[in-house]
């Protein structure tokens, strides 16, 4: 990219937005905010107290305890996932985040994917869509080229929805086959083993480049009870696949700690020793700039109410750096803005419906409803894409759309090809 001539965009709120609808907007929000907080708090718990209970009892940490100790201080954890199975019964249970978290955070300065399996729900077993939420964890990593750490604490999978769980495009099966795509592209992965870690819930950490095991911890194709049914052997999970055997035998895990915190410092380390982000070479020098508008008007110039129309482009002028923005092809499609700005010092691309009225290209002087995709504007938006897959940047498209336009003349355009 040559040359991007950003320019100022976005007017004071006042400018287009009276007091009022400004405050009604901000109320009508911060009521859809905390019904989310609400939501996420309720996630966050697990199966509640009792069971975060039993494992402090253990002497061992929970999977958001461990993700609060392992990410930088003062950095956001950025959850992925959280609402998976939200409100699915699986017979009388209930699996909040699909029994796993999926999260981006930093560690030791450098963005990383963690999956960690929440030892509160049925001791990190894995339910229905648990397979398909940690593969497109991994899918995400694979694309980002960001280290996975693994944080495992998982008892397999619960046996009453096994059948659901395994088999199909999405299944617990295919999670190994990522392992291997992430280690053919050369992404670090790093594994915590942190307790149970019995079948597939085995196979994944071990398939990583690095292994820590605590004591409490073992990796097993089976556990001790299904020993004793096919064996009739009376022996302990640590004793078939503890520390001892994997670190000093098998050679299956790299090194042995006492507790969770250890392994975690471990981990950390780990992630210390890998070579450093781009980020600053392409940045050129620039460095990120708060918008001239304040973002913090963002939850109260866009409504609540679907019907109200804005302005995208005061949304756009309160999110990129400097409110600088480069507009590409304003005249055609203009349900669709395009163009390029900074985010955080980085170039990134921008797709954003325009939901007020837009003027009608085909009948002069009359305007035609916005958030809606006319021919014009899809084939700007494919083109747009393509530009910024050719300059290697990110797009990031804000979505408010309704959906195609219909009808005898969207047809006879040619919308549907």
């Known amino acids: 990219m040559a040359h991007v001539p950003l320019t100022p965009i976005g007017r004071p709120r006042d400018a287009f937005l009276d007091a009022g609808t400004f405050q009604s907007n901000r109320t009508a929000m911060r009521a859809r905010e905390a019904t989310l907080a609400t939501r996420r708090a309720a996630v966050a718990a697990g ?31 950025f959850e992925v996932g959280t609402f998976v199975n939200h409100g699915v019964k699986f017979g009388d249970a209930e699996c909040p985040a699909a029994g796993v978290v999926t999260a981006f955070t930093l560690v030791s300065g450098r963005w990383t ?28 990593a694979l694309r980002l080229r960001l280290p996975v750490i693994y944080l495992v604490d998982c008892s397999g999978l619960f046996l009453p929805e096994q ?45 990583s480049d690095r292994v820590v095991m605590t004591e409490q911890a073992y990796m097993v194709i089976a556990g001790a009870a299904l020993i004793k049914g096919a064996k009739s052997e009376t022996i302990t999970s640590l004793d078939i696949g503890g520390p001892e055997v994997h670190v000093h035998a098998s050679g299956c895990a790299d090194v042995r700690v006492p507790d969770d915190q250890t392994a975690l410092v471990w981990i950390r380390r780990e992630i210390e020793r890998l070579p450093g982000s781009a980020a600053d070479y392409y940045r050129a020098g620039t460095a990120a700039t708060a918008p001239r508008l304040p973002a ?52 990134a691309g921008f797709a954003i419906n325009q939901p007020s009225l837009v003027p009608d290209p085909d009948r002069p002087q009359r305007e035609r409803p916005g958030g809606i995709l006319y021919r014009q504007g899809i084939a700007k938006l494919a083109q747009f894409a393509r530009a910024c897959a050719t300059d290697g940047i990110p797009l990031i498209w804000l979505q408010d759309v309704s959906g195609f336009d219909i009808g005898e003349e969207a047809e006879r355009l040619g919308l549907l090809g």
Request: proline residues 5%.
């Open 47 to 77: 199966w509640g107290d009792k069971y975060i209970e039993r494992v402090h009892a253990k002497e061992k940490l929970t999977a958001r305890e461990r993700l609060a100790a392992l990410k930088d201080s003062g950095s956001r954890v």
């Open 113 to 140: 994917m963690v999956i960690a399996n929440d030892n509160t729900v049925a001791s990190g077993s894995w339910w229905p869509r648990t397979p398909e939420k940690i593969e497109r964890a991994q899918d995400m």
């Open 163 to 207: 059948s659901r769980s395994f088999p199909g495009r999405t299944g617990a099966g295919h999670i190994f086959k990522k392992n291997s795509n992430l280690s053919a592209a050369g992404v670090p992965q790093i594994a915590g083993v942190f307790g149970d870690c019995i079948a597939g819930g085995g196979y994944m950490p071990i398939i």
């Open 296 to 347: 913090t008007e963002l939850a109260s110039i866009v409504p609540t109410n679907h019907r109200q129309s804005y302005d995208a482009r005061e949304v756009l002028s309160r999110l990129v750096d400097a409110s600088l923005f480069w507009e590409l092809w304003p005249r055609t499609g203009p349900e669709v803005i395009t163009g390029i700005g900074r985010v955080n010092g980085l170039y």
